[in-house]
């Protein structure tokens, strides 16, 4: 990496980290992340729009390459919109969540892929490594610090819909200890987060039905952070992906909208389903 660049990207790259993860930031300047002290991670994979320097744009799978499996392109201003929201709820509860956001672009390496998906260089191996070797301690972190039960909120873009929001659980799968402990409500119900969003007048697919029923569409049916970090897994917490169309954060004005909403629905959320009874 030239030099000249080590400056810039470390100055912007972590909020608020223990020793052991600002020693790892040091290794990686390519991660937005703050540590919480609320029950929520928020991640988002592919908001990032830096190159890794000496890396090539991705190839992808041969037989991915024009069968549309295989996406290079960002995900617009999701990065903006994970980060906004998580100002606003340390703003509305006067507390931070947890955040993990990659600053690079798609074209060199995908967090939302399993490794040997993901990179085609070593440099980009090392970025992906610390995207979910930061993920995975703030998860571990979560489960010890909040029994009650946490949340991972993965943030994405989607074209299909500019007005809709899409749920991506593996039909329930990922939130499997969530519904377990209070019911369906906890996924669809007016303090959940896409119940939230729906009193809002927010088109959200499927609609807020008990998980399966319809089943989630298949392209935004919770991807690889979802399925190693959620509830169904050992060592996880409940997650949730939110594919947000173009008319949620394409415009600033309405990502900020967007944001505080957001925000609002992780307060309800936290209140009625991550925070301890007496």
Same mark, same amino acid.
């Given at each position: 990496?030239?030099?000249?660049?080590? %400056?810039?990207?470390?100055?912007?790259?972590?909020? @608020?980290? !223990?020793?052991?993860?600002?020693?790892?930031?040091?290794?990686?300047?390519?991660?937005?992340?703050?540590?919480?002290?609320?029950?929520?991670?928020?991640?988002?994979? /592919?908001?990032?729009?830096?190159?890794?320097?000496?890396?090539?744009?991705?190839?992808?799978?041969?037989?991915?390459?024009?069968?549309?499996?295989?996406?290079?392109?960002?995900?617009?201003?999701?990065?903006?919109?994970?980060?906004?929201? @998580?100002?606003?709820?340390?703003?509305?509860?006067?507390?931070?969540?947890?955040?993990?956001?990659?600053?690079?672009?798609? +074209?060199? $390496?995908?967090?939302?892929?399993?490794?040997?998906?993901? $990179?085609?260089?070593?440099? @980009? +191996?090392?970025?992906?490594?610390?995207? /979910?070797?930061? $993920?995975?301690?703030?998860?571990?972190?979560?489960?010890?610090?909040?029994?009650?039960?946490?949340?991972?909120?993965? #943030? /994405?873009?989607? &074209?299909? !819909?500019?007005?809709?929001?899409?749920?991506?659980? +593996?039909?329930?799968?990922?939130?499997?200890?969530?519904?377990?402990? /209070?019911?369906?409500? @906890?996924?669809?119900?007016?303090?959940?987060?896409?119940?939230?969003?729906?009193?809002?007048? #927010?088109? =959200?697919?499927?609609?807020?039905?008990? %998980?399966?029923? %319809?089943?989630?569409?298949?392209?935004?049916?919770?991807?690889?952070? $979802? *399925?190693?970090?959620g509830s169904h897994t050992t060592n996880g917490v409940d997650a949730? +992906?939110?594919?947000?169309?173009? &008319?949620? *954060?394409?415009?600033?004005?309405?990502?900020?909208?967007?944001?505080?909403?957001?925000?609002?629905? =992780?307060?309800?959320?936290?209140?009625?389903?991550?925070?301890?009874?007496?």
């Amino acid at each position: 990496m030239p030099t000249s660049l080590i %400056p810039r990207l470390i100055a912007c790259t972590v909020l @608020a980290l !223990s020793p052991a993860s600002a020693a790892a930031a040091q290794t990686n300047e390519f991660l937005q992340v703050q540590r919480g002290e609320l029950p929520v991670i928020i991640t988002a994979p /592919h908001g990032g729009s830096l190159p890794i320097p000496g890396v090539p744009k991705r190839l992808g799978p041969e037989g991915e390459r024009t069968s549309g499996k295989f996406v290079t392109s960002q995900d617009t201003r999701t990065f903006e919109l994970a980060t906004t929201t @998580a100002k606003r709820v340390e703003e509305l509860t006067g507390k931070k969540p947890y955040l993990v956001a990659s600053k690079a672009h798609r +074209q060199y $390496v995908d967090p939302n892929r399993p490794e040997k998906e993901a $990179v085609e260089h070593p440099n @980009a +191996q090392a970025v992906h490594a610390a995207f /979910h070797g930061q $993920v995975r301690e703030f998860v571990d972190e979560l489960r010890k610090k909040f029994p009650a039960g946490a949340l991972l909120l993965d #943030i /994405h873009g989607q &074209a299909a !819909s500019t007005n809709t929001i899409y749920r991506g659980t +593996q039909n329930g799968t990922t939130v499997m200890k969530m519904v377990e402990k /209070h019911g369906a409500s @906890a996924l669809t119900g007016e303090n959940s987060i896409l119940g939230y969003l729906a009193v809002k007048g #927010i088109k =959200i697919e499927p609609p807020n039905t008990p %998980p399966g029923t %319809p089943p989630e569409t298949r392209a935004f049916g919770g991807g690889y952070i $979802v *399925r190693s970090y959620g509830s169904h897994t050992t060592n996880g917490v409940d997650a949730i +992906q939110l594919e947000f169309g173009g &008319a949620f *954060r394409m415009d600033a004005k309405k990502r900020e909208e967007t944001a505080r909403w957001l925000a609002e629905a =992780i307060k309800a959320c936290t209140e009625k389903y991550l925070t301890p009874k007496p």
